[in-house]
């Protein structure tokens, strides 16, 4: 059974920072796209950052560019999303996705398997 684990959520105040990870058990990163998403309390899952399988390639919601940063290291077999400069509006619980295309999407319709979720809060 694939399992993908997030972590590194918390609270944190207005302009601050976090990173979250994503790793996977019992399969190896690297033959898949990577999606990172977020729900806030009443709202739709909105797609935030993403990763090529191919050439890592990354693509960003307008909402967050400049301002996070996707990445993964094979190596490690491990995903990050890291986040500065955060907002109230960023609050929410985050998860990772992956995909078996060699691109990578902002529509969660694009992916097979999610984590849990890891909820970030972003106040004062």
């Known amino acids: 059974q694939i399992q993908l684990v997030e972590s590194g959520g918390g609270l944190v105040q207005p302009g601050g920072s976090l990173r979250l990870s994503c790793a996977p058990s019992?399969?190896?990163?690297?033959?898949?796209?990577i999606g990172w998403f977020r729900q806030a309390p009443g709202k739709e899952r909105e797609g935030v950052s993403c990763?090529?399988?191919?050439?890592?390639?990354?693509y960003n919601a307008d909402s967050v560019k400049g301002r996070f940063t996707v990445s993964r290291d094979d190596a490690k077999n491990t995903a990050y999303l890291q986040m500065n400069s955060l907002k109230p509006e960023d609050t929410g619980v985050y998860y990772c996705?992956?995909?078996?295309?060699?691109?990578?999407?902002?529509?969660?319709?694009?992916?097979?398997?999610w984590g849990q979720g890891t909820q970030v809060t972003v106040s004062s």
């Open positions: 996705a992956i995909g078996s295309g060699y691109m990578c999407s902002l529509r969660s319709s694009w992916y097979d398997y």
């Open positions: 019992r399969f190896t990163l690297d033959e898949y796209s």
């Open positions: 990763i090529t399988r191919s050439d890592g390639s990354t």
